[in-house]
C-alpha cells in the first residue's frame, strides 16, 4: 500500500499542457454571463452581492485549470465551501455545475501525483461540506457524488490512455532505432570492414606481388561506391521523401546475392557459398535475413580468424525451416571467444528473432568457429 501511494505522490505532471486558448476565454465567459443572468433573475438567491463575485471568480479559475490544477480547485472549491457555510446553504447555479465539474477533470487529467492526492481531499471535502450545509436529500447528494466521481474518472480515463500512446511511440521509436543500428551494421559497417580488409591485403602483398597495390585499390574503390549507394538509399528511407517509392528506396538483398560474398575473399581464406534445393520460394523477409546473417558471419571470419584457410556458407531448407550454417577453419580471435557479443552477433540474434527462429554462434572443438541459424520458412514475425 505505501509503494502504491508512492508512485501516485511521485508522478509527474502529464506532459503536453495544452496552453490557455480563445476557447477557455470563450467558454469563462459565456459562464460569467450565465452565473450573473442567473444570479440577478433569480429571486431566491439570498446575499447576491456577495454569491455573485463568488462565482464569478469560481469561473475565472478554468482560465489556469490545466496549468495550476491544485492552486485553482482550492480556490474554486474552498471558497465555494466557505461561502455555503457563512451563508447558509448552497446555491445551485449552472455556473458553478459546470466548474464543479470542468476543475476535477482538469486535476486528473494533467496534475502530478501530488496535486492529486492533494486535490482529492479538496474534492472531497468541499462538495461534502456543501452537503452537510445544505442539508441535501439522500438521492440529490448521491447523483452529484455519481456525477463528480464519473468526472474523475473520464479525466484519469484519459490521462492512462495518454499515457500509454506515449509508451507505444516510444516503443516504435526503440524498435526503429534498432532497425536503423542493424541496418547500418549489416551495410555501411560491412563494407567498411570489406574496405579495411582490402586495405590491409594490399599493403601485405604490395611488396612481393606486381600489381597487389592496384587490384587493391580497384577493390576498395567498388566497396566504397557501394557504401555510398546504400548510404544514400538508407538516407531516402529515413526521409521518406517520395512515399509511393518506398519500396524501392531501401536496400534489400536476398539469396541470389550470397555469391557477392565470395568476392570479399581477396587474398584471405576463400569463402564457398552453397545454396541447397528447394528455397526458390521463400519470402523476401527470410532472404534478407539470411544473407544478412551470412555477411555479418563471413566478414567476422575474415577478421577474427587468425590462419583460416575457408570459410564455408551453406543454406538447406526443407518443408518448415531454413537453416544457414556458416563455419571457418581458422582460430578465433581471443575477444572473439571471451569478450562480451559485438554489435553483429546482437544482430544477428535481433533479426533470427524478430522472424520466430534462432541463432548461435561459438567456436568449435578444436578449431574453427560456426554461426547456425533456423527460421521458420514462412518467416511470420512475431
Not at 557501394?226 to 517509392?245: C, F, G, K, Q, Y
Not at 535475413?289 to 575474415?302: D, G, I, P
Not at 577474427?304 to 531448407?317: F, G, L, P, Q, W
Request: overall charge positive; some cysteine.
Amino acid at each position: 500500500m505505501r509503494g502504491l501511494f508512492r508512485s501516485i505522490w511521485f508522478e509527474p505532471a502529464a506532459p503536453d499542457v495544452p496552453a490557455r486558448s480563445w476557447r477557455d476565454r470563450l467558454l469563462v465567459l459565456v459562464l460569467v454571463a450565465v452565473a450573473i443572468v442567473e444570479g440577478t433573475v433569480r429571486h431566491n438567491v439570498p446575499y447576491r452581492a456577495i454569491w455573485l463575485p463568488v462565482v464569478v471568480g469560481m469561473m475565472l479559475t478554468l482560465l489556469w485549470r490545466r496549468s495550476r490544477p491544485l492552486p485553482m480547485i482550492t480556490l474554486a472549491f474552498g471558497g465555494s465551501a466557505a461561502a455555503t457555510v457563512l451563508l447558509g446553504g448552497a446555491q445551485s447555479n449552472i455556473a458553478v455545475e459546470g466548474a464543479v465539474l470542468l476543475l476535477p477533470y482538469a486535476l486528473y487529467r494533467w496534475g502530478s501525483g501530488r496535486a492529486i492526492v492533494l486535490g482529492s481531499v479538496v474534492v472531497v471535502a468541499g462538495p461534502g461540506i456543501g452537503i452537510v450545509a445544505a442539508d441535501l436529500r439522500g438521492a440529490d447528494a448521491a447523483a452529484g457524488l455519481f456525477v463528480l466521481v464519473s468526472t474523475v474518472a473520464l479525466g484519469a480515463a484519459f490521462r492512462y490512455r495518454a499515457r500509454a500512446k506515449v509508451r507505444e511511440l516510444d516503443q516504435i521509436k526503440l524498435v526503429e532505432r534498432e532497425r536503423l543500428a542493424r541496418d547500418l551494421h549489416d551495410t555501411v559497417a560491412h563494407h567498411v570492414s570489406a574496405i579495411a580488409i582490402r586495405a590491409q591485403a594490399g599493403l601485405a602483398t604490395a611488396e612481393s606481388t606486381s600489381g597487389a597495390a592496384g587490384d587493391a585499390l580497384r577493390l576498395i574503390e567498388t566497396e566504397a561506391a557501394r557504401t555510398l549507394t546504400e548510404m544514400r538509399s538508407i538516407v531516402r528511407a529515413l526521409r521518406r521523401d517520395r512515399p509511393d517509392d518506398d519500396e524501392n528506396c531501401f536496400p534489400t538483398p536476398g539469396l541470389a546475392d550470397l555469391q557477392r560474398l565470395a568476392g570479399l575473399a581477396g587474398s584471405g581464406p576463400a569463402v564457398a557459398v552453397e545454396i541447397g534445393d528447394g528455397i526458390g520460394d521463400l519470402p523476401a523477409t527470410v532472404g534478407t535475413a539470411l544473407y544478412r546473417m551470412a555477411q555479418e558471419a563471413v566478414t567476422n571470419a575474415m577478421r577474427h580468424a587468425r590462419n583460416a584457410t575457408r570459410v564455408e556458407v551453406r543454406i538447406d531448407a526443407d518443408e518448415t525451416v531454413v537453416r544457414l550454417r556458416v563455419r571457418d577453419d581458422g582460430d578465433p580471435g581471443r575477444a572473439f571467444v571471451t569478450g562480451s557479443p559485438g554489435y553483429g552477433l546482437i544482430g544477428m540474434a535481433e533479426r533470427a528473432v524478430l522472424l520466430g527462429g534462432t541463432c548461435e554462434a561459438g567456436p568449435d572443438p578444436g578449431r574453427g568457429w560456426t554461426v547456425t541459424a533456423v527460421l521458420p520458412r514462412e518467416g511470420a514475425a512475431r
